[in-house]
């Protein structure tokens, strides 16, 4: 491993410092993530590590305790600045990437819509009013060809509640 003066001689190079309170950007290697990357032997043998977690390191003598993440304040991916740069569990992490908008929020899918939806509207209409006239589970499973659990799921309104 080489000299802790030397490593950060070489990575602080690397980083264009504008002032205590500014994004400090990696002007080096970037992943295909965008955050910055750096050769180091952080201490497990040389290889590469984002930029961040590599400030983190020089700043505080340790990568984040094991099954912490390291968050930005800032949220932009070159910031090494070590004052935007915080340990937090992973809850912690997604709950401040939500509240800054920064996750991707898949559309609602239900219904017919679902891709693997094997019941129509009109079907499950007619499963539930010829079970609540007394007709029996298992054979409205083998005639609407799904199991006999997905016939339990649509009379509980664990699937197709909007129904």
Not at 10 to 24: E, Q, S, Y
Not at 40 to 69: I, K
Request: positive net charge; aromatic residues 8%; contains cysteine.
């Amino acid at each position: 491993m080489a000299t802790a003066t030397a490593l950060a001689d070489r990575f602080w190079a690397k980083v264009d410092r504008l002032g205590p309170d500014a994004c400090w950007l990696f002007t080096a290697a970037a992943y295909p993530n965008g955050y910055g990357a750096f050769w180091a032997d952080l201490g497990g043998g040389s290889r590469m590590h984002a930029a961040h977690r590599v400030a983190f390191f020089l700043t505080h003598g340790h990568l984040p305790t094991e099954g912490l993440d390291l968050m930005h304040a800032c949220d932009v991916r070159r910031c090494c600045n070590p004052a935007h740069l915080s340990e937090g569990t992973r809850t912690d992490n997604m709950r401040d990437a939500a509240r800054k908008g920064r996750t991707r929020r898949t559309p609602t899918v239900i219904g017919e819509q679902c891709r693997t939806a094997k019941l129509t509207v009109p079907q499950v209409l007619e499963i539930r009013a010829r079970a609540a006239a007394g007709e029996r589970r298992r054979p409205l499973s083998v005639e609407f060809g799904v199991g006999y659990e997905a016939v339990a799921a649509v009379l509980r309104r664990d699937t197709w509640r909007h129904v």
